[in-house]
């Protein structure tokens, strides 16, 4: 049997647990569909698709949407199948063999892994015992290691926090190559890192359609960076990468983006209940600026806790074995009534 390179042969791949239960709440998804008139709208333009042709290699109208969506340049934009998909090509173009990317544990998983992948090498540097970023951490590891990429996760995945501006701008000021700012759950929070995007900065910023668009079928993302990095990456990328569907799909969606606030200010209220209601329990919240909360009960095990929970029929995302955050759980943010059956589970389950 065919064998993959040896470097590959021991690494483990990434998933959540897909599994039949009333209260899914492990995978940051939208609680709720998009709106109606989203789904009429594509399917309409699905029946005008020709099928025999390739589609606009280029996507012009995606990218023009996405650069008025976020007052750039159309050519400011790179889009692709998922933000993951994103981040592998930052991988192709910029690191590789003999160049390493730079992470800060815990956070993302997919930034190691897509980096090993792509045959990058990985340094890693350690967040403080609240699991904030540490500046004094992050010159150690940038020196140390000449990282010709950073990532930084903000809103961090798996804690939720946020890095502000003045922690972003100091990281910017010492990266030897490209800053990346994943920003998956970035409009949940207060502040974006958009803000410092131009030509003159080693930065992008990468966004998703899975969370705030409720689009997490569709697999789209993007990133907003320097003119002269997407033409780099417009080489790099596999030829008619993104379908016809998803062009459009993603192009319709920011015609309903005061639609998406509206529910983006919703489930920001929905978390602070959640926040509120958790924080009268034994456990330890760590605060979020995303759509999901990390938390560790106090009593019990968080892996046990984590079982008793999909025994109700209510799953979570169990981090509980995770290097620094023994016995940590994170729960998305869902509808009233997901949450309510979540947190009545939970307070059955710790009592």
Known sequence: MIQPRDDLALMA???????????????????????????????????????????????????EAIAAHHGVDPDQVFAANGSNEVLQTLCLAYGGPGRTGAVFEPTYALHSHICRITGTGVATGERTEDLALDLDEVRRVLGESEPAITFLASPNNPTGMLDDEATVRAVLDLVPGLLVVDEAYGQFAP???????????????????????????????????????????????????????????????????????????????????LVARLSELPVTVWPSAANFVLFRPETKDGAKVWQALLDRSVLV????????LDGCLRVTIGTPAEDDAFLAALEEVLS
Do not use: C
């Open 317 to 324: 995302r169990d981090f509980s074995s995770r290097p620094r």
């Open 191 to 273: 502040w974006s890192a958009l803000e410092l995007v131009s030509d003159e900065r080693p930065l992008v910023v990468t966004r998703t359609y899975s969370k705030t668009w409720s689009m997490a079928a569709a697999r789209l993302g993007y990133l907003v960076g320097p003119r002269q990095l997407v033409a780099q990456l417009d080489q790099v990328v596999l030829p008619y990468h993104l379908d016809a569907v998803t062009q459009a799909a993603g192009r319709i969606a920011l015609d309903f983006a005061d639609e998406m606030r509206a529910r983006v200010a919703g489930l920001v209220e929905e978390r602070g209940r």
């Open 13 to 63: 791949g990434y998933h959540s647990p897909q599994v039949d239960v009333a209260v899914r709440l492990n995978t940051n998804e939208a609680p709720e569909p998009p709106p109606a008139g989203f789904t009429a709208a594509v399917a309409a333009a699905v029946a005008a698709v020709e099928w025999h042709r390739y589609p606009d290699r280029s996507y012009r109208a995606l990218r």
